[in-house]
Nanobody, 118 residues
């Protein structure tokens, strides 16, 4: 069993920055993909960014150039550096950690609220 705990969310003004962290504990599998998703009121949950086994990263078009995903060497913590935040970035952000082989592990955090407003 793997547990994910997000931190770093909060309230920030437009143009500000936040850094989200997701710490994984428990039985961490060897081959992982880690990522961040978000869900805003009235919208579907969407991929924000992920980092795959081997280091390939993917970003939603809306956050390219503003957000950066990274992970520690042990692959137990994933980060999301968010710069130039906009009101439409307001959402609950969820951490996801999964095995690269489908069916072998897929875990989600409880979510952390990010609110961007004057």
């Amino acid at each position: 069993q793997v547990q994910l705990v997000e931190s770093g969310g909060g309230f920030v003004q437009p143009g500000g920055s936040l850094r989200l962290s997701c710490a994984a504990s428990g039985a961490i599998f060897t081959f992982t993909a880690m990522g961040w998703y978000r869900q805003a009121p009235g919208k579907q949950r969407e991929l924000v960014a992920d980092i795959l086994y081997g280091g390939t990263t993917n970003y939603a078009d809306s956050v390219k150039g503003r957000f950066t995903i990274s992970r520690d060497n042990a692959k137990t913590t994933v980060y999301l550096q968010m710069n130039a935040l906009r009101p439409d970035d307001t959402a609950v952000y969820f951490c996801r950690v999964r095995h690269v082989v489908a069916g072998r592990g897929d875990y989600w955090g409880q979510g952390t609220q990010v609110t961007v407003s004057p």
